[in-house]
T-cell receptor
Framework: EAQVTQNPRYLITVTGKKLTVTCSQNMNHEYMSWYRQDPGLGLRQIYYSMNVEVTDKGDVPEGYKVSRKEKRNFPLILESPSPNQTSLYFC????????????FGPGTRLTVL | LAKTTQPISMDSYEGQEVNITCSHNNIATNDYITWYQQFPSQGPRFIIQGYKTKVTNEVASLFIPADRKSSTLSLPRVSLSDTAVYYCLVGVPGYSSASKIIFGSGTRLSIRP
């Protein structure tokens, strides 16, 4: 089944404790992206990657890192999480080209205390 | 990147046709128009995409006038399960100048019995 998976689905952590949210897709998509969603602010892009070893900042990259060592994986790293990073996070992937049919993961709800 | 403007919310009744319009005055020549649907705590789901004129699939129709400065998502005979937030996006992921994706605020559609 074609899908995007994220882990963990729920996470409660404390300020400053490094964490990684994994994202994996099995569709051989080149383009992958991370979003955060907050009430009243909609979905905002954090980082995206157009291919292996190619990443770039989205609209809200501060406090986040990503890596793209393999085509299928695109982990989101919070080196020193803060309470303002409490949010619902989505990973998405799509084939590069003319189409914007992004496939989204199920989401990761992160709470930073 | 083209900014999009949509109504914040809309209400309708089961069995009615619902039309949601999106304005994108600064759309670029290469940009496609894509609509997504999102239910609470789930990732957005692709509904339909088009470049010009009319596109129809099993779920919806998309009407795009000749100047492409707006588009209208048409949902025929809505049901309670169509209650969701609908996002209009303009862009083409994977091209260097337009690889950022910007979701607008979306339109919260509420369907009543």
């Amino acid at each position: 089944e074609a899908q995007v998976t994220q882990n963990p689905r729920y996470l409660i952590t404390v300020t400053g404790k490094k964490l990684t949210v994994t994202c994996s897709q099995n569709m051989n998509h080149e383009y992958m992206s991370w979003y955060r969603q907050d009430p009243g602010l909609g979905l905002r892009q954090i980082y995206y990657s157009m291919n292996v070893e190619v990443t770039d900042k989205g609209d809200v990259p501060e406090g986040y890192k990503v890596s793209r060592k393999e085509k299928r994986n695109f982990p989101l790293i919070l080196e020193s999480p803060s309470p303002n990073q409490t949010s619902l996070y989505f990973c998405a992937s799509t084939q590069r080209g003319s189409y914007n049919e992004q496939f989204f993961g199920p989401g990761t709800r992160l709470t930073v205390l | 990147l083209a900014k999009t403007t949509q109504p914040i919310s809309m209400d309708s009744y089961e069995g009615q046709e619902v039309n949601i319009t999106c304005s994108h005055n600064n759309i670029a020549t290469n940009d496609y128009i894509t609509w997504y649907q999102q239910f609470p705590s789930q990732g957005p789901r692709f509904i339909i995409q088009g470049y010009k004129t009319k596109v129809t699939n099993e779920v919806a129709s998309l009407f795009i006038p000749a100047d492409r400065k707006s588009s209208t998502l048409s949902l025929p005979r809505v049901s309670l399960s169509d209650t969701a937030v609908y996002y209009c996006l303009v862009g083409v992921p994977g091209y260097s100048s337009a690889s950022k994706i910007i979701f607008g605020s979306g339109t919260r559609l509420s369907i009543r019995p």
